[in-house]
């Protein structure tokens, strides 16, 4: 008996596997079209010099609170020194104390006056009775000094307690600060991973060739061995010139956070290494040696002069021709650079 099912219809068939198709290639094209697009090289670039900049600020604030530490150790030591010492003093000044009272105790038991009335020999007592006055008298001395050693005591030991407090939180903030700055420094490294080894290595031909035309500026046309020459542009004070000549002596150095030489810096270790070698002896971070010296305008600037950037974050050495020597950031070396280029000018300092 012959079959009645209907055939399949091959064109609906057909239709359904073309709107299928259709389908899936318009949600490609969606997707396509919302994929965030490759950023380019000078986008990246941007993102790394900003994230590099965040992270200079964290080392900065992390070498403040590092420094700060080291000052509050030293004072807890010293607190902690002289309330040992006081607590020594205070001991011995009890044990007198006792000895008096008993020695009081021992020669008062019976009042002057009948002790004077049994006396075999009166003379002999009143000299007794006039010691017993004068050991009152060093007894009551005594205790104004117990007194007054408790109370420095006192104020010394709270004086340390708040250092201590003072010191707990600083090591948090280094804490802080130094993840802050570790995780700035991934975040670079991830937006980098995004270039292939090529354009990475574009990028620091770039930077390379960029630092060696800076350093041929400051140069003016010649050198003499390692020596900056500095064409026109003297330095102001011997010391600067010292200071500029050391850090020329480490171009070519890795940047490292924290790091304050002699084969390695970050901005404000090379400026204080520098300053060192020349005979003056600068504090640790930006925030500080922007106070030190003397304060100039930029048009005053010459060779040695301390030069601050992006909010007093970063600092280098004046070099002549626009120019300043400095550890720049993280993958970097020290290196002559356009003043223009390193970041938002703050301020000057002549050391």
């Known amino acids: 008996m012959a079959s009645h099912r209907r055939p399949k219809n091959p064109s609906r068939a057909r239709v ?32 790394v010099d900003k994230l590099y900049h965040e992270a200079e600020t964290a080392t900065e604030q992390y070498n403040a609170a590092k420094d ?15 309330v040992a010492r006081g607590q020594q003093e205070l001991n011995t000044l009890r044990t007198g104390l006792g000895s008096l009272a008993a020695a009081q105790y021992r020669s008062g038991g019976i009042d002057p006056s009948v002790q ?31 007194q007054s050693k408790q109370r420095t005591l006192a104020q010394q030991r709270k004086e340390a307690q708040d250092k201590l407090g003072d010191l707990a939180d600083v090591r948090k903030t280094l804490g802080a600060k130094k993840k802050q700055q570790q995780g700035k420094l991934a975040e670079a490294q991830k937006v980098l991973n995004t ?38 542009e003297a330095p102001a004070s011997a010391r600067g010139a010292a200071a500029l000549q050391a850090a020329n002596s480490r171009v070519g150095m890795p940047y490292q956070a924290r790091a304050t030489g002699p084969t390695a810096f970050d901005c404000s270790g090379l400026t ?11 504090t640790r971070t930006t925030y500080t040696q922007i106070n ?29 021709n626009n120019t300043v020597l400095h550890a720049p950031y993280p993958g970097a070396f020290v290196r002559f650079e356009s003043m223009y280029t390193v970041g938002a000018y703050q301020t000057a300092v002549r050391i």
């Open 195 to 232: 270039l292939t080894a090529a354009e990475r290595q574009k990028m620091r031909d770039d930077d390379a060739r960029a630092s060696n035309a800076a350093s041929e500026k400051a140069r003016a046309s010649r050198s003499t061995g390692d020596r900056v020459e500095l064409g026109n």
């Open 272 to 282: 204080q290494w520098a300053y060192a070698q020349a005979g003056a002896q600068i």
């Open 68 to 82: 700060k530490q080291e000052k509050l150790e030293k004072q807890v030591g010293a607190l902690q020194d002289k």
């Open 116 to 146: 004077l009335f049994l006396a075999s020999d009166p003379d002999s007592f009143l000299d007794q009775a006039s010691a017993l006055d004068q050991l009152t008298a060093r007894q009551s001395d005594a205790l104004t000094k117990i």
């Open 16 to 47: 359904t596997v073309l709107t299928a198709t259709a389908a899936a290639a318009v949600a490609l094209t969606s997707q396509a079209a919302h994929a965030d697009p490759k950023p380019t090289k000078s986008e990246v670039k941007a993102e």
């Open 292 to 320: 030190q010296g003397t304060r100039i305008g930029q048009s005053q600037l010459k060779p040695g002069d301390l030069v601050f950037f992006n909010g007093n974050t970063h600092v280098g050495l004046y070099a002549g």
